[in-house]
């Protein structure tokens, strides 16, 4: 797969080693689960197995909340900044995607959560890698275990 890092800001420095190293550790946990704990619904198992021998493209976008205000709008119809943003082009088993990360909302709310900035960014890039794999976050719920997904990713 691969694997794009676009650095447009400049609030939060970008280690792309680390960030592809994240990425391929990410899809590595997915791929590898027990499907019985981790896709409680059809549609997670099916979109996982339709990309266990995925080739494609991810590119990953570091950006302001200007920016992802407007793709937010544009996209979503939220006139509002947003942590992570997740594309989902693809097509036929072959991983076409785009994640977009408001480094300016990793550091609001890193002090919002005592946290680091990198962790928040690190964050967002697993949790749009999450949504790559069907999962939601809608509801309670499931904002839930995606989070509680995501940090055990990171650890």
């Known amino acids: 797969m691969q694997i794009i890092i676009l650095n447009r800001q400049k609030k939060l420095p970008i280690s792309k080693g680390a960030i592809k190293t ?13 499907s019985r704990r981790l896709h409680t619904d059809g549609r997670r198992l099916a979109r996982r197995e339709n990309l266990r021998a995925s080739a494609g493209q991810l590119t990953i976008l570091y950006t302001d909340n200007k920016t992802i205000q407007e793709l937010n709008y544009r996209f979503a119809g939220k006139d509002e900044p ?19 990360i408001s480094t300016e909302k990793a550091w609001e709310n890193s002090r ?33 275990r995606m989070f509680a997904c995501a940090i055990k990713i990171l650890k």
């Open 112 to 144: 919002l959560f005592n946290t680091s900035p990198r962790w928040e960014a690190n964050l967002y890039l697993v949790h749009g890698i999450l949504h790559l794999f069907g999962f939601d976050d809608v509801k309670k719920k499931d904002r839930e």
């Open 22 to 34: 994240i990425v391929i550790n990410t899809f590595k946990f997915l791929l590898n689960a027990d």
């Open 82 to 100: 947003t942590d992570v943003l997740c594309f989902d082009l693809s097509q036929e088993g072959r991983l076409i995607a785009d994640i977009v």
